[in-house]
């Protein structure tokens, strides 16, 4: 079989809702081009749709319940703490391993790379939990990057900070993912290439519809035009998609209210009181440049207690901030909620939860759930005892908050920074010699992994949860008439951590909004 170079083209967050009007004004050709070419999908992402989990199922093939991560954060109703993971990023082989292990893969900037397996011929680890050294296999490539195009994994100016400036950095580094990916595309040659632009996503954030997201955009464009016509098979796709928020739903103050969860934020509110919040501690310290200095010298419980401008904590913070003898539920934010499942009557708790969740609405009318899930019918796999006990699959316009410390239980998208959140349809478009033209229903992230193996004459591993979705393939192409082969299930592999840059990658989530 003659292999087809593939270039896949992931784009954080993307979806036909936002480019349409810019399609139709002409802003976007290329893009054009391609949807009108090729095949397209809204394809759904894995609950919640984050950018952790989901590009790690992309990557993966494997539902979240196999991986054990869920979100940004893990809660741990028994052992009473919240965390994240890290090392379970490294667990489990990813599909364009497979690729490079018989032919060739290369790949820059998938967000949950870090720290960069081993890939044939190259991995550039991605954004915004990679780290500004040791970042690419072989290490080699870093220096070579850094020297040629002064590469960067992530930015530095904060959004809420200077938003001007900071979509300005976005942009370009929108553009650099491009002309490095290119550059190493051309050096290197391989089989399989994906390019992905995690930073998109934060312009459709913070900016949503905003002139500065349809320049970030206008890039994506201007480079999609080198690969629509050299005979390349040519997939852009996301994690999740986005939408305008009409109300934010601060769901650990309604189970405050509802006498599910206890608070203990004597020192936070203290804290709060006297004015010293994450956000002037982040901006006086670079400013004074000792921000690192002051991280190393900072004991980790007291970082813990210091909200944010609004008076809340996220993540790991909030392990510090419960009465966890007086809590029986905690929830994260998009989606999961968690339930101490040594409550005397755990699954009444846990189905009138379900009850009140999915009639909750907001003060415009708005319900909160599109649908309410128990975790048992969205994941499965080795980590189920792990899975949030709930999953709520928030409404379009909702997005749910899941820090503590908030008054409200519902405020206006200004007042935190987002205008645009994540939603479960995802961006699907594919163009060239082996896909088909048209649109393809019921596409899931899951089935890319072992679509794309199929696609380059690879074994698809028993283990992976989506299918070789050969409808979407051209069916005059071999590809879509020769058989799916498989291979026995992937083994997980060894673990990976990266606990020394914890607290860059919390700084620059709080940055991004994902946590406060």
């Known amino acids: 079989m003659d292999a087809k170079k593939t ?40 609950l919640p749709p984050v950018t952790s989990p989901n590009w790690k199922a992309y990557a993966t093939g494997k539902n979240p319940g196999k991986l054990g991560i869920f979100w940004w954060e893990n809660v741990d109703m028994a052992e009473e703490r919240v965390y994240y993971p890290d090392d379970r990023k490294s667990a489990h082989p990813e599909f364009w391993e497979i690729i490079g292990d018989q032919t060739s893969a290369g790949v820059v900037n998938v967000p949950t790379t870090y720290p960069p397996r081993k890939v044939n011929p190259f991995i550039v680890a991605g954004a915004p939990d990679g780290a500004e050294s040791g970042y690419t296999h072989p290490p080699e490539i870093e220096d070579e990057i850094v020297k040629e195009f002064d590469y960067r994994v992530t930015k530095n100016t904060i959004i809420k900070n200077n938003p001007d400036r900071a979509s300005e950095e976005i942009i370009d580094l929108i553009d650099l993912r491009f002309r490095t990916g290119k550059y190493l595309l051309e050096k290197f040659e391989p089989e399989f290439f994906q390019i992905t632009t995690f930073y998109l996503n934060s312009l459709h954030h913070f900016f949503w519809d905003d002139q500065k997201t349809l320049e970030g955009w206008k890039v994506v464009d201007k480079h999609l035009e080198a690969f629509l016509d050299e005979g390349y098979n040519v997939v852009m796709m996301s994690d999740h998609g986005a939408t305008s928020i009409d109300t934010v739903f601060h769901i650990n103050t309604w189970l405050e209210q509802e006498g599910y969860l206890t608070q203990n934020m004597g020192i936070t509110d203290t804290f709060g009181t006297l004015g010293i919040t994450t956000d002037r501690l982040i901006q006086l310290t670079s400013r004074l440049r000792i921000r690192d200095l002051t991280k190393r010298m900072t004991p980790q419980w007291l970082l813990n207690q210091i909200p944010s401008e609004e008076g809340e904590v996220t993540r790991e913070c909030k392990t510090a901030n419960l009465d966890w003898a007086e809590t029986n539920v905690l929830a994260s934010g998009q989606g999961p909620v968690y339930v101490d499942n040594g409550v005397e009557d755990y699954e009444g708790l846990r189905s009138e939860l379900i009850e009140n969740l999915s009639k909750l609405t907001a003060p415009n009318g708005t319900r909160i759930a599109e649908s309410v899930h128990r975790g048992e019918e969205v994941y499965e796999g080795t980590y189920m005892d792990e899975a949030p006990d709930i999953v709520i699959d928030q409404t379009s316009g909702v997005h749910i908050q899941g820090g503590l410390g908030r008054d409200e239980v519902f405020t206006q998208p200004k007042s935190d920074g987002w205008k645009g959140e994540n939603k479960r349809d995802a961006f699907f478009v594919a163009t060239g010699p082996d896909f088909a033209a048209g649109s393809a229903e019921n596409l899931s992230i899951l089935d890319l992994a072992p679509t794309f193996l199929h696609l380059h004459g690879h074994e698809v591993p028993r283990d992976f949860d989506g299918e070789v979705r050969t409808d979407i393939y051209n069916q005059q192409s071999d590809v879509a008439t020769r058989s799916v082969k498989y291979t026995e299930a992937t083994d997980a592999l060894g673990n990976s951590s990266i606990s020394s840059e914890e607290e860059d990658v919390r700084d620059r989530l709080k940055d991004l909004g994902y946590i406060n």
């Open 7 to 46: 270039i896949v083209i992931g784009l954080d967050g993307a979806h036909f809702e936002l480019i349409e009007p810019w399609i139709e004004d002409g802003e976007l050709q290329n893009i054009e081009c391609a949807i009108e070419r090729g095949v397209t999908a809204d394809m759904q992402s894995v």
